[in-house]
Every structure is written in structure tokens, then in C-alpha cells.
């Protein structure tokens, strides 16, 4: 049974860096075709990719925040992480993890986690 | 990037009802098309890959067409659980990119 779930802080300052991780069970990231992504969806609006890593340590990052973006693996403790730095209110959102499998559709995601960017 | 656009982006439709949606993209994309439903507070749930092929469980009153740009998602007869909102993505390039959503509501 594939399950994926994100944790982090509920609530960040404007100019700090996030920290996210997406624990999973169910699949190994080091299986060939095994990919993780992080999407966003702030309220009431449309999601968004932000960054994709996959079974081989390739990484791919949204093309309008990738400055902002660093996406790991620690294959060990079934992790990825995702750290986005300078964080605006426009930042906030739910955050998501999700899988896909030989770059396809993405079929399990996780519950998501909000993240609110406040003074 | 490419870019996903969905019509209509609200849809009022009654139990039984045809229901199609509609999206297109910026350029082709073959068919590296998926359609998710989305239910208020929870995460998206994957209904259709590769644009027709219908996600193991999801039930059949829901199908895909489409290929290059043009593609829809069709519910053959809207039953209660379906009220929810729909997005489209593309996964033909390494950045992907969703379209802004079809909220079907209760007519």
C-alpha cells in the first residue's frame, strides 16, 4: 500500500526558508522509473509543480521558482525534502508530495500540509 | 512552459446529467494528458492517465479523449459523489503544469 505524508511548519515568517518533507511507504526511491514531486495549491486557486526528483537523483524545478528551490532524497529513511527560501505570503498554500512512476501521471499523493506565510 | 487552459471553469449540472469539460494546451503534448478530482480539504485523486486510460478503480462513467491539444474529460451520467472540482495536466515536459480547474456543482 503506497501512502505519502508532508510535514513541516504550519506557519513561517516572510523572508525565511521552508522546510518540507514527504515520507512515503509503499514504494522505494531507488527503483528505477520511481519519481517524487512537491505541487502547491494556494486557497481557492489552481495547483502548481514545483520541483520533481527522481529514482536516479535527476531534479527538475519549476521554472519560475527554481532560485528559490532545492529538492533531496534520502533514499535510507524512505524521505524527500524540499526547501524553498525567502518565503512571501503569496507562498501560502498546501503543499503536496505526490509519486509518479516512469515520469507519468502522478497516482498517489499526500493528505498535504498548509503552510501560511504571516508576520 | 505549456500552458493548460480548461473551459468552463464552473459548470452547474443535475444527477444524471452528460458532463463535459474541455482542455487545451499551449502546444502538443501527444497524449500526456491526466485528468484528478478534487474534493473540498483533501487532496487530488487521479481519474485518467495518457489521456483515455482509466485509473484502476475509478468508475466508468468516466472517459478521456484527445490527443496533441485538445482534450476532454466526459461523465456520462453525474451521480452525487461526482460534485467536486476537476483539473487537467500535462506531463509531457519536465515542468508540468496543470490547467486552472472546472468546479461542478449542484444545479
Known amino acids: 500500500q503506497v501512502t505519502l505524508r508532508e510535514s513541516g511548519p504550519a506557519l513561517v515568517k516572510p523572508t525565511q526558508t521552508l522546510t518540507l518533507t514527504c515520507t512515503f511507504s509503499g514504494f522505494s526511491l531507488s527503483t528505477s522509473g520511481m519519481c517524487v514531486s512537491w505541487i502547491r495549491q494556494p486557497p481557492g486557486k489552481a495547483l502548481e509543480c514545483l520541483a520533481r526528483?527522481?529514482?536516479?537523483?535527476?531534479?527538475y524545478y519549476s521554472t519560475s521558482l527554481k532560485t528559490r528551490l532545492t529538492i533531496s532524497k534520502d533514499t535510507s529513511k524512505n524521505q524527500v525534502v524540499l526547501t524553498m527560501t525567502n518565503m512571501d505570503p503569496v507562498d501560502t498554500a498546501t503543499y503536496y508530495c505526490a509519486r509518479s512512476k516512469d515520469s507519468n501521471a502522478l497516482d498517489y499523493w499526500g493528505q498535504g500540509t498548509l503552510v501560511t506565510v504571516s508576520s | 512552459d505549456i500552458q493548460m487552459t480548461q473551459s468552463p471553469s464552473t459548470l452547474s449540472a443535475s444527477v444524471g446529467d452528460r458532463v463535459t469539460i474541455t482542455c487545451r494546451a499551449s502546444?502538443?503534448?501527444?497524449?500526456?494528458l491526466a485528468w484528478y478530482q478534487q474534493k473540498p480539504g483533501k487532496a487530488p485523486k487521479l481519474l485518467i492517465y495518457k489521456a483515455s486510460s482509466l485509473e484502476s478503480g475509478v468508475p466508468s462513467r468516466f472517459s478521456g479523449s484527445g490527443s496533441g491539444t485538445e482534450f476532454t474529460l466526459t461523465i456520462s451520467s453525474l451521480q452525487p459523489d461526482d460534485f467536486a472540482t476537476y483539473f487537467c495536466q500535462q506531463y509531457n515536459s519536465y515542468s508540468l503544469t496543470f490547467g486552472g480547474g472546472t468546479k461542478v456543482e449542484i444545479k
Open positions: 502546444q502538443s503534448i501527444s497524449s500526456w
Open positions: 526528483i527522481d529514482w536516479d537523483d535527476d531534479k
